[in-house]
Each structure stands twice: as structure tokens, then as C-alpha cells.
Antibody, heavy 125, light 111 residues
């Protein structure tokens, strides 16, 4: 059974870079049909998709975050990572990693499953 | 403000049926993009309940079902049980925003 677990600092200073890693167990991150995503939820607000990446290098980013975000997949460690630069208090959120599945070969109609349990990242000095 | 609109809360007594709506627009649900539903208990990983409008993954009870019409989708839960008390949210894709989008979530209370 595939499991995902987020790890990384819980506190980041304003203007700094948020870095998180998602460790994948119970399956290979190199599977051709799987993509890997980051999603976040600010306190009291709804979920926001950050980006999706494939081990081949294909990446899709939320246009509102594209200038600050990078997602990479490390097949040797079976994990993928998120980097978000120039953070502000507005980036304070619970960050989730998830597998992003296609539906009949179409990523647009895909869904996220499974998810990690999430990790709270606070941006504060 | 979430792109997909859900009621903040719904409630029902054990054994009853409740529905949770997910209202979108012509650029997401109305454009034919599929809707997926999740159950979320705070502090835990969200769990997939329904994929592609009305498909239940293995292990999800048939008390959960999804439907879709026009620019909206619905999750129905029959035979409510105390263990169903949780947050539920929908997800789709928005072709105008070029992003995957979510509903704001609905808190289900079992009375």
C-alpha cells in the first residue's frame, strides 16, 4: 500500500525558502503512470494546488505560484521535493504531498490519491 | 474563496441520507471535467471516496455515491453512521485557471 510522508522545517523566515520533502513508501516513484503533487491549505481557508511533477521531468505549476515554486523528483531516494522561495506570511499553511493519478490517460481529469497527512509550515520571524 | 462552492456544514441523524453539493462553473464542472470527492478528518490524510463523478475505490462502502449535472456535482451518503462525521471536499480541474481546484469543504455532523 502506497504511503506518503511529508518532512521539513515547521518554521521559515519571511523572504526565505520553504523546502519540503515527501517520502514515498510501498511503491516506486518511477512508475510511468504516476505523477506527484503538492497541495496546501492556509489556516481557515480552502485547499490550493501548488504543482505536479513526473519523474521524467514534466512539471505543472499553479500560475499564481509559478515564479516562486519548484518541484523535483528524486528516483534514487524514492522521494520528491517542494521549494517555494520568497515566502511571506501568506504562505503559512498545512502542506500536503499526494500522488496525482490520470483518468484514462488524461491528467486533467485526474485526482490525488493517496495523500500524506500534511505538515504545518509557519512563515514568521 | 474556493473555485468550487460547497455548503459549510450539513447534518443528519444516524441512518438518514444527506447530500453535499459542489457547485462550479462552465470552466470546470460545466466544461465536463470530472469531480472527485474526499473525506478528511483533521490531522489525517484526506481519503478518496469517489473518483470521476461516481466511481467508488475498493474499500469505500456503497453508502457513498456521486452524481453530476450541469455545473454541479453531489455526494450522497445513505445510512449515516457516527464514523461518517468528518469534512468532505470536492476536486476538479479548471481550464480557465489552468489549475486543479477544490471545494471549500463541508463539515458533516452526525446528530
Amino acid at each position: 500500500q502506497l504511503q506518503l510522508q511529508e518532512s521539513g522545517p515547521g518554521l521559515v523566515k519571511p523572504s526565505g525558502t520553504l523546502s519540503l520533502t515527501c517520502i514515498v513508501s510501498g511503491g516506486s516513484i518511477s512508475s510511468t503512470t504516476y505523477y506527484w503533487a503538492w497541495i496546501r491549505q492556509p489556516p481557515g481557508k480552502g485547499l490550493e494546488w501548488i504543482g505536479t511533477s513526473h519523474h521524467s521531468g514534466s512539471t505543472y505549476y499553479n500560475p499564481s505560484l509559478r515564479s516562486r515554486v519548484a518541484i523535483s523528483v528524486d528516483t534514487s531516494k524514492n522521494q520528491f521535493s517542494l521549494r517555494l522561495s520568497s515566502v511571506t506570511a501568506a504562505d503559512t499553511a498545512v502542506y500536503y504531498c499526494a500522488r496525482h493519478l490520470e483518468y484514462f490517460g488524461e491528467l486533467l481529469d485526474g485526482w490525488f490519491d493517496p495523500w500524506g497527512q500534511g505538515t504545518l509550515v509557519t512563515v514568521s520571524s | 474563496q474556493s473555485v468550487l462552492t460547497q455548503p459549510p456544514s450539513v447534518s443528519g441523524a444516524p441512518g438518514q441520507r444527506v447530500t453535499i453539493s459542489c457547485t462550479g462553473s462552465s470552466s470546470n464542472i460545466g466544461a465536463g471535467h470530472y469531480v472527485h470527492w474526499f473525506q478528511h478528518l483533521p490531522g489525517t490524510a484526506p481519503k478518496l471516496l469517489i473518483s470521476a463523478n461516481n466511481n467508488r475505490p475498493s474499500g469505500v462502502p456503497d453508502r457513498f455515491s456521486g452524481s453530476w449535472s450541469g455545473t454541479s456535482a453531489s455526494l450522497a451518503i445513505t445510512g449515516l453512521q457516527a464514523e461518517d462525521e468528518a469534512d468532505y471536499f470536492c476536486q476538479s480541474y479548471d481550464s480557465s485557471l489552468s489549475t486543479w481546484v477544490f471545494g471549500g469543504g463541508t463539515k458533516l455532523t452526525v446528530l
